[in-house]
């Protein structure tokens, strides 16, 4: 059961020295208490102190992390219901599903295998692969095909825990998960994931029988717990998973796990695609597809990384001297921050327009440009230090520098602060760049 904060307060050394961050230890308790901080940053907490309140302490969905040869996903761990209270930390898996009885599993995964997009300067992949036993004869080498096109964490599917066992003998020293365990085999699955050190994934018809397998499954001393939750429509599955987060985060250990769904099992594709990025969105940990689709893959993924992207901290680009198109020492220099979208956005343009430049990413703590000046963090003084610290003057023959068209206003101050530059103002927005480049920098 979950202490109070006066209870924890009593365990912690009560000596307020304000090193955790705060100015008293019952406001640290309190904290700690609510799940706003870790146990961890209090430096004097003594070890059976720490032992009391491990439950306090920990997160109130549990990390579980699958592994595979060199690789890993890892989910769980999060501590709010919405992304803007605090932040969600570990990323829903996308997995891709193939089943026993294909003939070509190798191709269909090296295909999904060799998938990779980038997207505002990160590289974007598949995740891992489930292997389903709809023929259990030929489990086992579905295993070991897959395992040979790919390095990604497995889950493996069947309610029969000798043809698990037989999937899992390729396997020896990773991490996959264990998917078939319910009210009629709970106990040998349960057992054979404690000897083969896999986590293990619980499904039941109620919320209320999936939370008496979790406590009876965690008796038996395995901890890395799946909820599968199901629901026929969008709506129940919604429902459902809201219900398991609102509990886990009131402490009800029984339902502190990730959750995994199968999208593909609500009918058509683009039912799938709606389930799926309902479930990426509405905190499922792991999904599982029915086959490689590139096109909903990759849409997923950027999902994802908006859904999972901390909005205190923005996409940022490091700051710095960007060369574009081979530019020569009379080309233009153009400023704009680093915030990620803000620079490809420019980036973009102006590699595609052909026309060589040097794009100058200026430090707004990612901010977007009206953002930053807004706040401060985009000024021309700022510019000025990023032209000096940089070294332009020296790769250049012009001093010439177009700053974005909604900081207008900071040309006569950059004026100032940079002197005997030629200072432009641009457009305002990043389309507009090629046509001014070539009609007002030539």
């Known amino acids: 059961m979950a202490l109070s904060g006066i209870q924890i307060y009593k365990m912690l050394p009560q000596t307020n020295c304000k090193e955790c961050g705060f100015p008293t230890c019952l406001a640290f308790a309190m904290k700690l208490a609510a799940k706003q901080v870790e146990l961890s940053t209090c430096p004097y907490v003594s070890e059976a102190s720490k032992a009391q309140l491990a439950e306090s302490s920990a997160p109130p969905i549990r990390l579980v992390t699958l592994k595979g040869i060199g690789t890993e ?7 709010c219901l919405f992304r803007h209270e605090k932040t969600f930390y570990n990323k829903t898996g996308l997995f891709v599903r193939v089943k026993s009885s294909q003939s070509d ?21 598949v995740d891992g692969f489930t292997v389903e036993a709809d023929e259990p004869s030929k489990f086992a080498d579905a295993v070991k095909a897959v395992r040979s096109a790919s390095k990604r964490p497995l889950i493996l599917i069947s309610k029969d825990p000798a043809v698990l066992s037989a999937g899992l003998a390729s396997l020896a020293g990773e991490t996959p998960l ?60 919604l429902a459902k998973s809201t219900q398991i987060r609102r509990l886990a985060l009131k402490n009800f250990r029984a339902l502190g796990f990730p959750i ?120 021309a003084e700022r510019i000025a230090k990023a032209v000096k610290s940089f070294d332009i003057e020296s790769k250049i023959s012009k001093k010439r520098i177009v700053i974005p068209g909604h900081v207008a206003v900071l040309s006569g101050e950059l004026e100032e602060e940079l002197p005997g530059w030629e200072i432009r103002v641009g457009p305002r927005e990043a389309v507009d760049l090629p046509a001014f480049m070539k009609q007002a920098l030539n």
């Open 260 to 379: 995994l769904t199968f999208p593909g099992d609500a009918g058509s594709a683009m039912r799938e695609s709606l389930f799926a990025a309902q479930a990426v969105t509405k905190y499922a940990g792991f999904v599982v597809l029915n086959e490689f689709n590139p096109e909903l893959m990759y849409a997923l993924l950027v999902l994802r990384e908006n859904i999972y992207t901390d909005p205190q901290k923005p996409i940022q680009v490091t700051p710095g001297l960007y060369d574009i198109n081979n530019p020569k020492p009379e080309s233009p220099v153009l400023v704009t921050t680093n915030f990620s979208i803000t620079y490809f956005s420019v980036a973009n343009e102006v590699e595609s327009s052909g026309l060589p430049a040097r794009l100058l990413v200026v430090d707004a703590d990612g901010m977007s440009v009206l953002t930053a000046w807004a706040a401060g963090k985009f000024d």
């Open 105 to 125: 599993i190798a191709a269909t995964v090296a295909k999904a295998e060799a998938f990779k997009v980038g997207y505002v300067g990160m590289d974007f992949s």
């Open 73 to 79: 996903v890892k989910v769980g761990n999060e501590v």
């Open 178 to 237: 264990l998917v078939g365990a319910d009210a009629s085999n709970w106990e040998a699955l349960a057992d054979l994931a404690k000897t083969s050190k896999a986590a293990l994934a619980v499904s039941a018809d109620s919320l209320e029988e999936l939370a008496a397998l979790t406590e009876k499954i965690k008796a038996k001393g395995v901890d890395d717990l799946v909820l599968i939750p199901g629901g026929k429509t969008m709506g129940e599955s």
